[in-house]
Nanobody
Framework: QVRLVESGGGLVQPGGSLRLSCAASGSFFSLNTMGWYRQAPEKERELVARITPGGSINYQDSVKGRFFISRDNAKNTAYLQMNNLKPEDTAVYYC???????????WGQGTQVTVSS
């Protein structure tokens, strides 16, 4: 069982930055693929960024060059650094941990990010 707790969301002006954190409980964090997803009102949840245990990373096209995912296995924590935020980035951001090739996965409770002037 893995418990995920996100933090770092909030209200920011366009062009601003936020860093989201996802703290994971349980063992073997270093073996988990960690992902950040987001869901805007009346839209489907979508992948934002994902990092494998080996450090391979992929991003949604709309955030490339602005968002950066990382992980600190010693702290059992994944991060999402978000720069140059835009109003269309407004959403609830969720952390996801995947195990066993994705056959087992866990979600955090989500953290709200609002980009508005």
């Amino acid at each position: 069982q893995v418990r995920l707790v996100e933090s770092g969301g909030g209200l920011v002006q366009p062009g601003g930055s936020l860093r989201l954190s996802c703290a994971a409980s349980g063992s073997f964090f270093s073996l988990n693929t960690m992902g950040w997803y987001r869901q805007a009102p009346e839209k489907e949840r979508e992948l934002v960024a994902r990092i494998t245990p080996g450090g391979s990373i992929n991003y949604q096209d709309s955030v490339k060059g602005r968002f950066f995912i990382s992980r600190d296995n010693a702290k059992n924590t994944a991060y999402l650094q978000m720069n140059n935020l835009k109003p269309e980035d407004t959403a609830v951001y969720y952390c996801k941990a995947e195990q066993f090739g994705g056959s087992r996965y866990y979600w955090g409770q989500g953290t709200q990010v609002t980009v508005s002037s």
